[in-house]
């Protein structure tokens, strides 16, 4: 018991680098996602094409092949562009290519998450905005937008908790620097010096389960106030599906 | 012109890269393999959530929410290790003697000869069950939802005909569940199909590992042809492979379910 909670200790400064990771894309994917999503209703055919290709292209490809394509990618550039700009130290460092990646793919999920909340929209409603003679900004802001978000709301939650997950995969993909360890490759060193593979990899899926239930009770309260109109709150679903 | 082609073809063919086509087989089969056994494994799973007996229900209800719940890399990563050490602790209580263990300096395992070495194909079933675990719990939420879609009437006629309990789960309500499971279980398929590129995690020459060993760059002559870091561009190849094979499956299961969906009212799908 006692090891048990010296090793809850030993990965609480792993787990500030999983959530890091997420925090640091949660808010590019949300804004990125919002424009594909309206990218892909978009009339403009250029627009419609290039939204729709790049949505199917990230959710269509392993986040695992997408770290190691934009990575070396970006290594060779190196010589050519960062490092006579003196910007390699940070282009290339995990910190700034692991948010990268992930919010390219997120933003992928999250759009096809909106996307289908646009189509579900009331016509109704977007009919009567038109008859009231609103912009189509104003359409946006006050009636397509609201709704929207309360459609995708459920299923964006579950994308933001997978999200989380794959920050698992970042340092399996990216060089670790230094003392800079993650959950994972915390629990694959420490199995490496003892192999006592049953404690670590618990206490490493512990931590992934503590902060997905604290994602659920954040994102719940979110929802309940995004729902305070109805009369009775329609229950969120306190678990992943197979959404992805 | 013919030149340069003929040097790129020589180039595409040569050794490692064949051996780079070859390691495809490894993704197929862990993918082919994970997905049957995900199949397999979320009947299992569905059948003990609509148990009547409450602990196999619970031990449904946790195995499908704990590993959801879990990442897949990291469930994907524990299950072979934890299965080999298993093995190797069960060959230990049999072939280890105390002089044995006491003379054992490393901390696994308990001795030298209750060592087990695994392989590449070792590796791959193990990767695969590990697959098929993981997706098995996805795979048991999406058939324990497809086996409530089915119609009660149906179930009352097959009473009323006088079947038993078994034969009105197996013969009626397993057969007509996958026309709403397959909308879910294609969601599945996906998933198993991006988690194959993970099977170098598990010391698999991949194609990923090969990707990897192919684009790096090459200043010997010797070894072959020199080129700078080229990695992007087997990354980009695989990028696109990804793409293609879920655009076929896509396809592939959208047949399916229209073949499956005959004879039943389209609201229904």
């Known amino acids: 018991m006692d090891r048990f909670i010296a090793e809850l200790g030993l990965f609480a400064p792993a787990a500030v680098f999983n959530i890091y990771f997420a925090l640091a894309s949660i808010p590019l994917g949300f804004v990125l996602a919002v424009f594909l999503a309206l990218g892909k209703a978009s009339d403009n055919r250029l627009i419609n094409r290039l939204s729709r290709g790049y949505i199917y292209a990230f959710r269509g490809s392993p986040l695992f092949i997408q770290f190691f394509m934009i990575y070396s990618l970006a290594l060779s550039f190196n010589v050519a562009v960062w490092k006579p700009m003196g910007m390699s130290w940070w282009v290339l460092h995990p910190l700034f290519i692991g948010p990268l990646v992930l919010v390219l793919n997120t933003a992928a999920y999250t759009a096809e998450i909106f996307y289908g909340a646009l189509r579900a929209v009331p016509r109704g409603e977007i009919e009567a905005a038109r008859a009231y003679g609103m912009s189509r900004v104003q359409q946006f802001r006050q009636v397509i937008w609201p709704n929207l978000i309360r459609l995708a709301w459920p299923a964006y939650t579950n994308e933001v908790v997978f999200l989380f997950h794959a920050t698992a995969i970042v340092y399996l993909a990216l060089p670790v620097i230094g003392q800079q360890k993650d959950l994972m490759i915390t629990a694959k060193e420490l199995f490496e010096r003892d192999y006592n593979a049953f404690l670590h990899f618990s206490v490493a899926a512990l931590y992934f389960l503590a902060v997905s239930l604290v994602v659920f009770f954040l994102f719940g309260l979110v929802y309940r106030r995004l729902m305070r109109h109805m009369p009775a709150i329609p229950r969120m679903r306190y678990a992943p599906t197979w959404w992805r | ?269």
């Open chain 2, 1 to 269: 012109m013919s030149d340069d082609f003929a040097f790129w073809l020589s180039y595409l063919t040569n050794g490692k890269h064949l051996t780079w086509y070859a390691s495809f087989q490894f993704t197929i089969f862990a993918a082919a393999f994970g997905g049957t056994l995900a199949v397999i494994f979320g009947l299992i799973g569905a059948t003990l959530k609509n148990s009547r007996f409450l602990t196999l229900r619970v031990i449904g209800t946790i195995y499908s929410s704990i590993v959801r719940g879990v990442p897949d890399v990291l469930f994907f990563l524990f299950f072979p290790l934890a299965f080999e050490q298993g093995v190797e602790w069960l060959i230990a209580t049999q072939v280890c003697s105390p002089e044995m263990i006491a003379a054992q300096s490393a901390a696994w395992p308990p001795c030298k000869d209750a060592n087990w070495f695994l392989g590449t194909p070792e590796y791959l079933v193990l990767a695969s069950v590990s697959l098929g675990l993981v997706y098995g719990a996805f795979a048991t939420n999406v058939i324990h939802g497809a086996l409530r879609s089915v119609p009660q009437g149906q179930l009352e006629a097959a009473r009323a005909y006088g079947m038993s309990a078994n034969q009105v789960l197996w013969r009626v309500q397993i057969r007509q569940m996958w026309v709403y499971a397959l909308p879910g279980l294609s969601n599945v398929w996906m998933l198993i199909i991006k988690a194959t590129s993970l099977l170098s995690l598990l010391q698999i020459a991949d194609i990923v590992l090969w990707a990897d060993r192919l684009g790096a760059p090459n200043f010997l002559p010797a070894v072959g042809l020199v080129h700078a870091d080229w990695r992007w561009r087997y990354y980009l190849v695989l990028f696109v492979f990804y793409i293609l094979i879920t655009w076929i499956s896509e396809k592939s299961f959208d047949a399916i379910m229209r073949r499956a969906g005959r004879g039943i009212l389209s609201e229904a799908r």
